[in-house]
């Protein structure tokens, strides 16, 4: 079973708009991390944001944030006012149990192009 | 901040050589190092966690022998593709927690295009 979901292949944004980028996941840990990740062409992995499933409020870093809304299972990642250097593939992951340093577990990923 | 160091970045070979890639952890100890998989526009596919000092786990339907892992100290993790052949031509990527659990750094990654 699919454990990590965006249904988005593709999105497309207008520069300075907002975009969000949706994630539902599966488990039934109660304990869990959220990631999100953006990959460039280049093909570095780049981290965005976390947010721990015991969190109370939504993370945030700079430009992006994470809608975490824990009943629906879902993690959806907002970028504010998009920019040109925004365009890219985005991952989002999930680290299931209390082991910090497991492994994480990757949606198909969003591909995000971002137009002048 | 953590930073780990993949190289190399791309490597062209012939069918039947191996390949071995380098995984290292700079400026922290890494005991667990994860190796990935990924083809053009897909996901990231876990082959293997990589354990200094012990044998690496490899997920379902991933060969062991074919995909070699040795996690011989703490800031150094390698895999060895053996006898590569043209399917193996993949996106290469390692990757490694910081200290505190709350990242996870990856390398820059690898270009693997066997002939």
């Known amino acids: 079973a699919q454990k990590i979901t965006q249904t988005q292949p593709g999105m497309f944004v207008q520069e300075k708009e907002a975009v969000t980028l949706d994630c539902t996941y599966d488990?039934?840990?109660?304990?869990?991390?959220l990631f999100w990740y953006k990959q460039p062409s280049s093909g570095e992995m780049i981290f965005l944001i976390y947010?721990?499933?015991?969190?109370?409020q939504n993370a945030t870093e700079g430009r992006y944030s994470l809608n975490f809304q824990k009943a629906r299972k879902s993690a959806n990642l907002v970028i504010s006012a998009s920019q040109l250097g925004d365009s890219a593939m985005y991952f989002c992951?999930?680290?299931?149990?209390?082991?910090?340093?497991?492994?994480?577990?990757f949606g198909q990923g969003t591909i995000l192009t971002v137009h002048p | 901040g953590a930073v780990v160091s993949q190289h190399p970045s791309r490597v062209i070979c012939k069918s039947g050589t191996s390949v071995k890639i380098e995984c290292r952890s700079l400026?922290?100890?890494?005991?667990?190092m994860f190796w990935y998989r990924q083809f053009p526009k897909q996901s990231l596919m876990l082959m293997a966690t990589?354990?200094?000092?012990?044998?690496?786990?490899?997920e379902q339907g991933v060969e062991k022998d074919k995909f070699l892992i040795n996690h011989a100290s703490l800031t150094l993790s390698t895999l060895t593709v053996t006898s590569a052949h043209p399917e193996d031509s993949s996106f290469y990527i390692c990757?490694?927690?910081?200290?505190?659990?709350?990242?996870?750094?990856f390398g820059s990654g690898t270009q693997l295009s066997v002939l």
């Open positions: 990757s490694a927690w910081d200290r505190g659990g709350e990242k996870l750094f």
């Open positions: 488990t039934s840990d109660p304990s869990y991390g």
């Open positions: 947010q721990g499933s015991y969190d109370q």
């Open positions: 992951a999930m680290r299931e149990g209390l082991v910090s340093y497991g492994k994480l577990t």
């Open positions: 400026d922290f100890q890494a005991t667990t």
């Open positions: 990589s354990n200094e000092g012990s044998k690496a786990t490899y």
